[in-house]
C-alpha cells in the first residue's frame, strides 16, 4: 500500500482519497475508493469516479487490491489485565500443569523485584492432570512469595500462601476452600490485594500495551467493563484519561456498580462511564462452576451461585431508565438470564416497556439462553454482548461445556441464529483477557459454531462485530462505512472476497451480482486470517503495519 504523499501521519482535518482496492460498504456493494475527509466518510464509489477527487484532496492512498472495512468494536475488555497479560505471566497456551508450573518458575525468577506475582490463563479442563495447582505446589514454584493466578474465566484464582498472609481474615470469607481455588468474597479479596501491588507505571504499561494490540488487529472501539469487583475506580479513570490523550482505539468504560438513584447514577456519570453495566455479576462462570443454573451442573452437585435476583435487577434497571443512563449484568447460566427477564419485564411494568426499549440495556454473555428469555430479551429492547471465541475454546460434544453441563445442555449454549432470527441486537466481543482480542477469529468462530443450528453469515457476525458495538453504546450513526459516517476503518491484507452463510443456498444467491452483497474474506478454519495493515479512528492512523 503506497502513497502519493510523503506525509505519513493523518489527521482529522486532512482529506484523504483511498483508491485502488476493495471497500465495504453498504452504500455500494462494489465499491473501490472512499474519500474522507474532517474525520468522517465523505464518499464511497468506483475506481473511475474517483479520478474526480484526485485532484482536490490532500493524499491519495493506493490500497494496492488491499481490503477497507468498518474498523472493529470489541464490546467487552478488561484493558489493564489484557495488558499485564501481553507483558506478564500468560498460562494460555501451557499444555500441561507441569508446563504451567514451569512458567510460574520462569516468570518469579525472571521479576525479582515484583511485590506480588500477577498471571493469568490457566484451564485444568484442557490439561491432561485435570486439576488445578495446589497452593504446595505453587508455594515450590515462586520461593514463597506472592502469587495471584486466575483461572481463565477470572471467576476463580489460586494463590501462594504469602498472599493469604496479606489479607487478613481471608480464611473466613465465603469462597474460601481450603485447597479449593477461591471463588466469590474470598477471591475478591485476595484479587484487590494483589491489584494494590501494581504499581501506576506498570498499570499505564499495560493498559498502552493492550490498546496497541487491539489497534495492530483492526480494532478502533473498545468497550472497557469495569467495576469495583474487577478493578477499581483509578484504573477504570486513568485508562479514560489515557485514551484521551492519546492516539489510539476509542475508549467507552461501563463501570458495574449498582444505581438506586439520581445521585448513584451522577457518581457513575463522574467516573466517565456510559453506563452502569458491564460485569455487574448476576452469577459466575460455568468454568468455575458459579454460574447460575436451574439443575445441577453433570459434575457438581450444585446449581451455582446468584448474586442479584429479579427483585435487585428491577431496581437497578428502573433507577438507570429514570436516570437516563444504560444498565447491564453479566449473566451466564439459564437461571441467572431467567432473573434478569424477569427483572427487566418488571422494570418495565415500573417505568414503562417503551422507555426499557429506547435505554438499550445489556446483558453480558448471555450463553445459556432459553427460547422464553431469548423472546424476553427480543420483547424488552436487550443488547446481547456475546463472545463466540467461548464456543470455539469450550464448545462441541468433548469440551468444557459439555464437562459441566452434559453433551445435550451444552449444545444449547450461545445460540447466536436464534437471537437474530428474533431481532435480539448482537454485540461481539472477547472478554479478553478470557480469550484474546481477536475479532476475525470472532467472526469465524459465529460462523463456524460447533452447534450447526447456532451459526450464523460470515456478513452477520461481521456486523455483530463492527457496527453492532457502536448500536450497543445507542449509535447507530457509525461502524459503517458510508457518507457522514465516521471514519473508523482498517485495511487489510485478505485473499478473495467471497459470501459465507450457513444455507448454501442463501450463499449462491448472495454471491450473484444482483443480490449486491458485499463480499468479506474467506473464513473458512485453517484458511488464513486477514493481516491488518493500517488502523484509523475518527481519520487518524493508530497503527499502521511495518513494511516487511
Known amino acids: 500500500m503506497s502513497s502519493a504523499s510523503s506525509t505519513t501521519e493523518e489527521t482529522a482535518h486532512r482529506t484523504v482519497l483511498l483508491r485502488g482496492g476493495d471497500v465495504h460498504s453498504p452504500a455500494d456493494p462494489f465499491a473501490t475508493a472512499m474519500v474522507v475527509e474532517r474525520g468522517h466518510v465523505a464518499w464511497v464509489g468506483s475506481e473511475g469516479a474517483a479520478d474526480a477527487f484526485a485532484g482536490g484532496v490532500d493524499e491519495v492512498v493506493d490500497l494496492e487490491g488491499a481490503l477497507v472495512t468498518p474498523a472493529f468494536t470489541d464490546a467487552h475488555v478488561h484493558t489493564t489485565a489484557t495488558g499485564l497479560a501481553l507483558t506478564g505471566l500468560d498460562l494460555s497456551s ?34 491432561p492432570e485435570r486439576r488445578h495447582p495446589s497452593r504446595a505446589e505453587l508455594d515450590t514454584a515462586t520461593g514463597g512469595r506472592p502469587l495471584y493466578l486466575p483461572r481463565i474465566d477470572v471467576h476463580s484464582a489460586v494463590v501462594t500462601t504469602a498472599l493469604l498472609d496479606l489479607v487478613p481474615g481471608v480464611r473466613d470469607l465465603a469462597g474460601f476452600r481450603d485447597g479449593e481455588p477461591l471463588t466469590g468474597a474470598a477471591h475478591h479479596a485476595v484479587r484487590a490485594a494483589a491489584h494494590a501491588a501494581i504499581t501506576p507505571r506498570q498499570r499505564t504499561e499495560a493498559q498502552r500495551a493492550a490498546l496497541r494490540r487491539a489497534a495492530s488487529l483492526g480494532i478502533a472501539v473498545v468497550h472497557e467493563c469495569g467495576g469495583p469487583e474487577i478493578s477499581d ?74 448474586h442479584l435476583d429479579a427483585a435487585d435487577v428491577a431496581a437497578h434497571v428502573a433507577a438507570c431508565t429514570e436516570a437516563g443512563i444504560q444498565a447491564g449484568f453479566h449473566a451466564i447460566g439459564d437461571a441467572a438470564l431467567t432473573a434478569v427477564v424477569e427483572g427487566v419485564r418488571a422494570a418495565a411494568e415500573r417505568v414503562g416497556l417503551a422507555r426499557i426499549r429506547a435505554a438499550r440495556h445489556r446483558v453480558e454473555h448471555a450463553e445459556m439462553l432459553t427460547p422464553e428469555t431469548i423472546a424476553g430479551f427480543a420483547e424488552l429492547g436487550l443488547t446481547a454482548s456475546v463472545q463466540p471465541a467461548f464456543d470455539a475454546l469450550w464448545g462441541g460434544d468433548e469440551g468444557m461445556y459439555a464437562d459441566r453441563l452434559g453433551v445435550e ?13 428474533a431481532g435480539v441486537p ?80 442463501v450463499a449462491r444467491w448472495s454471491t450473484d451480482p444482483r443480490s449486491g452483497t458485499p463480499g468479506l474474506p474467506d473464513l473458512t478454519p485453517g484458511a488464513p486470517l486477514p493481516v491488518c495493515l493500517r488502523t484509523v479512528v475518527f481519520g487518524q492512523t493508530v497503527f499502521e503495519r511495518p513494511n516487511e
Open 94 to 127: 501451557a499444555h500441561t500443569l507441569a508446563e504451567a508450573l514451569d512458567a510460574v518458575r520462569a516468570h518469579a525468577a525472571a521479576r525479582p523485584d515484583d511485590k506480588v506475582l500477577l498471571g493469568n490463563g490457566w484451564d485444568a479442563a484442557r490439561w
Open 233 to 306: 475506580e483509578d484504573d477504570f479513570t486513568s485508562l479514560l484519561a489515557l485514551a484521551r490523550a492519546e492516539a489510539g482505539p476509542r475508549v467507552f468504560g461501563y463501570w458495574a456498580e449498582r444505581v438506586a438513584g439520581a445521585k448513584d447514577a451522577d457518581r457513575i456519570r463522574e467516573l466517565g462511564a456510559v453506563g452502569a453495566a458491564g460485569d455487574l455479576f448476576v452469577d459466575g462462570s460455568l468454568g468455575s462452576h458459579t454460574a447460575c443454573l436451574h439443575a445441577p451442573y453433570a459434575d457438581a452437585p450444585h446449581t451455582g451461585a446468584g
Open 409 to 421: 445442555r451444552a449444545r444449547t449454549l450461545n445460540p447466536y441464529a436464534a437471537l437474530l432470527r
Open 426 to 505: 448482537l454485540a461481539f466481543g472477547s472478554d479478553a483477557p478470557v480469550t484474546p482480542l481477536d475479532p476475525w477469529g470472532a467472526v469465524r468462530a459465529a460462523a463456524f459454531h460447533h452447534t450447526l443450528d447456532h451459526r450464523v453469515s460470515v456478513r452477520a457476525a461481521f456486523t455483530a462485530h463492527t457496527r453492532g458495538g457502536w448500536r450497543a453504546l445507542g449509535r447507530d450513526d457509525a461502524g459503517t462505512l458510508v457518507p457522514g459516517a465516521p471514519a473508523d476503518y482498517a485495511v487489510w491484507q485478505a485473499a478473495d472476497l467471497v459470501v459465507q452463510a450457513p444455507d448454501d443456498r
